[in-house]
């Protein structure tokens, strides 16, 4: 695709969602892509898709795309849910990464959290199934607040997909500084079985 250093594009690469196309993952809220650049690095046969409010960030990404000349990677400025309803169709993504999501920590900011429950609903609706939704984050109280918002429809499974591990940049500064992040790997649980429950 011909594009240039300074263009933020809001569209896809043709081809990403067509039948026969390599799976799909997104990295909601990218920063300058460390984590799904080096997973895009690592796992060729897979498209990486990053997501990011700041325009500044996505042109970093892409630039370092450029560079590394990659054919599977790819960032879109965006904001919340709106690029998921855009961009998505439904069951497209094999796995959703939502890394340390900024946070909001005070009570009365905790509604700008990006992780609610309409947005919740957006990630179920592009997750194909048998897809995962990966959360991880340094703020305990999100966390809970995750964890509750996916207490029905949703079952835990194991962290570990047998893939080596990508730090994304705040993980990595969180470990350095010697902390452990709160993560959970999570699959929707299909319609016919909650009905059946
Ligand atoms: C705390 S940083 C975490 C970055 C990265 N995921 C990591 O783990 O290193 C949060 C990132 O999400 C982006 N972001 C925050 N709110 C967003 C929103 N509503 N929509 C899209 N991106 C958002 C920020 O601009 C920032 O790059």
Redesign the pocket.
Known sequence: MNRTMDEVVTTIPTGWLQAGAPPLEV??????G??FIGMAVMNPGVNFLG????AD?VKKCMGKIGRLGLANAFAVQ???AE?LQKLLPPASVTTF???????WPKRRHAGRR?FQASFLEEIRRVLRPGGTLRL?TDCESYFYEMLGLTRVGWREMPWDDGRENVE??????FRGMGLKPHRVCLQPISTDVMAAI
């Open positions: 990295d909601f809220g990218c920063h300058r460390a984590f997501l990011e409010k700041q960030r965006g904001l919340g690029p990464h939502l890394y340390f999501p900024d946070p990006v991880m994304t940049a705040f993980e990595k500064t």
